[in-house]
C-alpha cells in the first residue's frame, strides 16, 4: 500500500515513540486484540506523531494535542447535560469507568461490557470491529490519534446491539482532575435491524483523546448526540469510524461550546446500498477557542445519501475550522451527497478556515457543497430591535436561529429540544459574563 | 404625540440628502396619511423615526410626547412606545413567531418597569388577537415571516401591533402588495387599534387604503419635504389627478 512507503521526519517518529511510551502497553488481553494493537502502534511508529506541517493538520496545531505530559486544564463545575432524558448512565470519570456511579449496565436488546473485559474474551463481534474500522480509516490520510488510540486506550465499553433498545445509554465524562489525560475508546456493533441511540456529555478530562468504532449492520439505525468543551482550557481530539451495512441509517450531531482546542474527526463508509449518514454540528465559543471538524465520508454502494450540515458561531479571536469531503467509488450510482459548513463571527478578530472537497468517480450522482461565512445581518438585527428586543438578546436570538439548521438534523425531538435549552443557557451566560 | 421639527437626514454612505426639513406634528387619537411619489423620502422618515442604522441626521428634532427620539436605540423607541410596521417584514429563519413576539413584548415591559407576561396569558393574549386577524395557529408557529404570503407577512405586522399596543404606529405602504381582501382585513385590525391616547401615521402611494382608514390629515411629500396639507380631500385629488398636478401647483 502506498502508505507505508510515506517517510516521516525523525521529529516526527520520536513524537511517536514518546506518545507509545506515555502509556502502559495493555497486558492479558486475547491474541486477536493484541494483534490489533500491534498493528497501530506499528502504523504509528511508522507514519510518526502529527506535526504542524502535516497537510492534514494545516489549519489545527496538533502541538498541545500530543505534548507530554498534557496541559492542565481547570475544573468547571457545571450540571450534567439530557437530565431531562430517560437514559441509561454510564460514568467516567477523568477517562476511567466508575461502575458504582453508574447505572447496571443491563437492558434489553444491549450486551453492555466493559472494553477491557471485551478484549479478554473470543467476542467474535469485537474481533471485526477493534481496530478494523479505525485501520480502514486510515487511507488515505494519517490519524495518528486514533493509532495511539487503538494501540492503548483500555477504557470505554462494548456494545452490542440486538434489538431496539428501550433508552437511550449515556456516557457521562466526569471532568476531576486538573491535569488528566484520557484514552477512551468504545466498541458498538448493532446487529441488522437493531436500534440505538448513544449519548456523551461532559469534558471527560483536561486532555481527551476519544474513539469509536459503530458497525451498523443492515436495516439498522444509529443516533449520537454529544455535548462536549465546556471546561475553558480542556482539549480534545475525537474520531468516530463508521461502517454502514444495506438500508442503515446513522445519524451523529456534536455541540461544542468552549475547550481550548478540539479536533472531531468523523469517518465514514457506506458499504451497503440506500444506507444514510448525517452528521451535524455546532459549535461556539470565544477567544482561544479553537475547534475543527474533520469529515470524510466515503460512498461505496448505490443509493445512498450523506449529509453534513456544520455551523460555528466565533467570537473574539475564535478559530473555527471545517475539512469535510465527499468521496464517491466507482459504482457508487445514485449517490446523494450533501455539505454545508457556515460561520458566524461576531467580530472582526475571529476566523472561519473551510476545505471543502468532493472527489467523484461515479458518473450518475448528486453531490453539492456550500460554505459561507458572515456577521450578523442587520437587517435582522434592526427588524428585532424595532419591536423593543435589546440588541444583545436579538443577537442571541439569531445565533441560536443560525445554529438550529445543525439541530434539526436530530431526530428525536426531546433530545433536540434537550440542545436548545442547553445553547440558550450557554448564550444566556456569554451575555452576562 | 410626536412632533417632528425641521428635520434634515443624509445617507451615511455617500453625501446624499433624503430629508430636507421636514415639519410634521400628529397629536394623540389622529390619524395622518403621507403620500407621495417614489423617491421622496417617505420610507427614510418612517426608518430614521425608527432608527434604523445608516441615516445621518443633520438638523432637526422628532420627539414621542416630548422624549427625543434620535438619541434612543431602536430598542429603547419601541419601548417608549413607537412601533414601525415595515414595508418589507423581515425573514428570520430558525425564530419562532411566538418567541419573538414574547421576548419583544417581555423586554418592552421590563424597559418600562412592567411586570413580564407569563406564557399562559401570553399564549391567550396572542390567540385572541390573531383570531380577529385571520391568523392561524400554524402560522404563529412558523419562523418568524418566514414562507408566508404577502399577506400573511403584511398581517403578521398588524398583530404585533395588536399585541405590543405602542403608543404611535407608523405603517410604511401596509398596502403593498394586498388584493382588496387582505387590505380590508388590515385595515380593521388597524382601526380597531384607533384610541384617543394613539396616534397612526399611514405611509401609502394610493388613496386606495385610505378609504378603509380614515385619516384625519394627510400631508404630500416630494422631494424630502412636506409640500402640501390638507384633509381627506387631498388624497381624493392625488387619486384622481396624480401627483404632477400637485406638485406643480406646489412649485
Not at chain 1, 164 to 188: M, N, Q
Request: charged share 25%; aromatic share 6%; net charge negative.
Amino acid at each position: 500500500m502506498a502508505v507505508a512507503a510515506r517517510k516521516a521526519p525523525a521529529l516526527k517518529l520520536e513524537g511517536a515513540q514518546a506518545l507509545l511510551a506515555a502509556w502502559p502497553e495493555p497486558a492479558g488481553e486475547a491474541s486477536w486484540a493484541q494483534a490489533a494493537r500491534a498493528r497501530a502502534a506499528r502504523r504509528l511508529a511508522e507514519h510518526g506523531a502529527p506535526g504542524r506541517r502535516d497537510e492534514y493538520w494545516r489549519f489545527t496545531d496538533p502541538t498541545s494535542l500530543a505534548a507530554l505530559p498534557a496541559p492542565a486544564a481547570a475544573v468547571l463545575e457545571a450540571p450534567e447535560v439530557f437530565e431531562g432524558v430517560d437514559r441509561l448512565r454510564l460514568v467516567f470519570v477523568d477517562g476511567v469507568f466508575a461502575p458504582e456511579m453508574s447505572d447496571a449496565p443491563e437492558m434489553a436488546g444491549l450486551e453492555i461490557q466493559p472494553l477491557s473485559v471485551a478484549l479478554r474474551r473470543d467476542v467474535h463481534w469485537a474481533r471485526e470491529v477493534f481496530g478494523v474500522l479505525e485501520g480502514h480509516g486510515q487511507d488515505p490520510v494519517d490519524r495518528p490519534f486514533a493509532s495511539l488510540n487503538t494501540a492503548r486506550a483500555t477504557e470505554g465499553m462494548a456494545i452490542r446491539a440486538t434489538g431496539k433498545a428501550a433508552r437511550p445509554v449515556d456516557f457521562v465524562y466526569l471532568h476531576r482532575s486538573e491535569t488528566s489525560d484520557a484514552l477512551v475508546r468504545h466498541l458498538i456493533k448493532l446487529e441488522p435491524g437493531a436500534d440505538l441511540t448513544l449519548l456523551e456529555n461532559g469534558p471527560a478530562a483536561a486532555r481527551l483523546n476519544a474513539a469509536i468504532e459503530v458497525e451498523v449492520a443492515d436495516g439498522a439505525a444509529f443516533h449520537h448526540v454529544r455535548v462536549q468543551g465546556r471546561d475553558h482550557e480542556r482539549r480534545a481530539t475525537t474520531a468516530i469510524f463508521a461502517r454502514l451495512g444495506r438500508e442503515s441509517r446513522f445519524k451523529s450531531f456534536t455541540l461544542t461550546a468552549n475547550g481550548r482546542v478540539t479536533r472531531n474527526e468523523c469517518v465514514i463508509e457506506l458499504t451497503g446500498d440506500d444506507a444514510v449518514a448525517h452528521v451535524a454540528g455546532a459549535s461556539l465559543g470565544d477567544r482561544d477557542f479553537h475547534h475543527d471538524d474533520t469529515i470524510f465520508v466515503t460512498h461505496a454502494a448505490e443509493r445512498c445519501e450523506s449529509r453534513q450540515v456544520f455551523k460555528k458561531v466565533l467570537k473574539s479571536g475564535a478559530v473555527g475550522v471545517f475539512q469535510g469531503k465527499i468521496l464517491v467509488r466507482p459504482g457508487a450510482q445514485k449517490t446523494d451527497g450533501y455539505q454545508i459548513s457556515q460561520a458566524l463571527l461576531l467580530d472582526e478578530a475571529s476566523q472561519f478556515l473551510a476545505k471543502p472537497e468532493l472527489e467523484i468517480y461515479a458518473d450518475d450522482v448528486k453531490c453539492s457543497h456550500g460554505s459561507t461565512c458572515g456577521a450578523v445581518d442587520p437587517t435582522a438585527l434592526f427588524y428585532l430591535t424595532s419591536r423593543g428586543v435589546p440588541r444583545a438578546e436579538a443577537e442571541a436570538l439569531l445565533v441560536l436561529a443560525f445554529v438550529d439548521e445543525a439541530i434539526q438534523e436530530i431526530e428525536d425531538q426531546g433530545l433536540a429540544d434537550e440542545i436548545r435549552g442547553r445553547l440558550a443557557d450557554w448564550v444566556a451566560r456569554r451575555r452576562r459574563s | 404625540m410626536l412632533k417632528i421639527d425641521n428635520l434634515h437626514v443624509k445617507l451615511e454612505e455617500e453625501d446624499k440628502a433624503i430629508l430636507k426639513g421636514v415639519d410634521l406634528e400628529v397629536r394623540a387619537g389622529e390619524v395622518h396619511a403621507i403620500m407621495g411619489p417614489n423617491g421622496s423620502g417617505k420610507s427614510t422618515l418612517s426608518y430614521v423615526l425608527a432608527g434604523r442604522e445608516g441615516y445621518e441626521v443633520t438638523a432637526g428634532t422628532a420627539t414621542l410626547e416630548g422624549t427625543d427620539l434620535l438619541g434612543l436605540d431602536p430598542e429603547e423607541r419601541a419601548a417608549a412606545g413607537l412601533f414601525l410596521a415595515f414595508q418589507y417584514p423581515v425573514e428570520i429563519p430558525g425564530v419562532g413567531n411566538m418567541t419573538f413576539l414574547r421576548t419583544a413584548l417581555n423586554a418592552q415591559r421590563k424597559a418600562r418597569g412592567e411586570a413580564e407576561v407569563n406564557a399562559a396569558d401570553f399564549l391567550r393574549l396572542v390567540r385572541e388577537k390573531a383570531k380577529a386577524l385571520d391568523i392561524d395557529a400554524e402560522m404563529l408557529k412558523r419562523p418568524v415571516n418566514v414562507g408566508f404570503s404577502g399577506g400573511e407577512k403584511k398581517r403578521n405586522e398588524i398583530l404585533q401591533m395588536a399585541v405590543l399596543e405602542p403608543r404611535m404606529c407608523i405603517l410604511d405602504e401596509t398596502d403593498s402588495g394586498l388584493d382588496v381582501d387582505a387590505m380590508k382585513l388590515v385595515a380593521q385590525g388597524v382601526n380597531a387599534l384607533r384610541a384617543p391616547d394613539r396616534a397612526f401615521l399611514v405611509i401609502t402611494h394610493y388613496q386606495r387604503l385610505l378609504d378603509h382608514i380614515t385619516p384625519d390629515v394627510v400631508h404630500i411629500m416630494a422631494d424630502g419635504r412636506i409640500v402640501a396639507t390638507g384633509g381627506p380631500e387631498l388624497a381624493i385629488e392625488v387619486e384622481t389627478n396624480g401627483y404632477a398636478g400637485l406638485l406643480g401647483s406646489v412649485a
